[in-house]
């Protein structure tokens, strides 16, 4: 109906919920062929048109759904002094989280060249 959209995966959402942004569909397919239109000031337009918060891109979650947030172009993004940047995606960690034994930049590039973590347990 004209109060419903169809999407790709055959989910049906309110028609208002096409074109708003939000991947409603789970799939993009309400935000697809929505025309031109530009994010405010304080967003990221993503290749496929949505609009995500600034600060989530380059965060290693892909926000966008189509990684258009994520990628090469975060390799570039400069990190603050107290902050480790992981190699491959560009991501900020903080300092402290080099070499303690968690996977935090998902390669483990913060975790190499790392001395054996020694176990306290008598």
């Given at each position: 109906?004209?109060?419903?959209?169809r999407?790709?995966?055959?989910?049906?959402?309110?028609?208002?919920?096409?074109?708003?942004?939000?991947?409603?569909?789970?799939?993009?397919?309400?935000?697809?062929?929505?025309?031109?239109?530009?994010?405010?000031?304080?967003?990221?337009?993503?290749?496929?048109?949505?609009?995500?918060?600034?600060?989530?891109?380059?965060?290693?979650?892909?926000?966008?759904?189509?990684?258009?947030?994520?990628?090469?172009s975060?390799?570039?993004?400069?990190?603050?002094?107290?902050?480790?940047?992981?190699?491959?995606?560009?991501?900020?960690?903080?300092?402290?989280w080099?070499?303690?034994?968690?996977?935090?930049?998902?390669?483990?590039?913060?975790?190499?060249?790392?001395?054996?973590?020694?176990?306290?347990?008598?």
């Amino acid at each position: 109906t004209d109060v419903e959209f169809r999407c790709e995966s055959g989910k049906c959402i309110p028609a208002i919920f096409k074109c708003d942004s939000d991947n409603d569909c789970n799939d993009f397919s309400d935000e697809t062929g929505c025309g031109n239109f530009s994010c405010e000031s304080t967003y990221f337009q993503c290749t496929n048109g949505r609009c995500i918060p600034q600060n989530w891109k380059c965060d290693s979650e892909n926000d966008c759904g189509d990684s258009s947030d994520e990628g090469p172009s975060c390799a570039n993004k400069t990190c603050s002094y107290f902050q480790f940047t992981c190699p491959s995606t560009g991501t900020c960690i903080p300092q402290s989280w080099v070499c303690d034994g968690d996977n935090d930049c998902y390669d483990n590039k913060d975790e190499e060249g790392c001395p054996p973590i020694a176990c306290t347990a008598a």
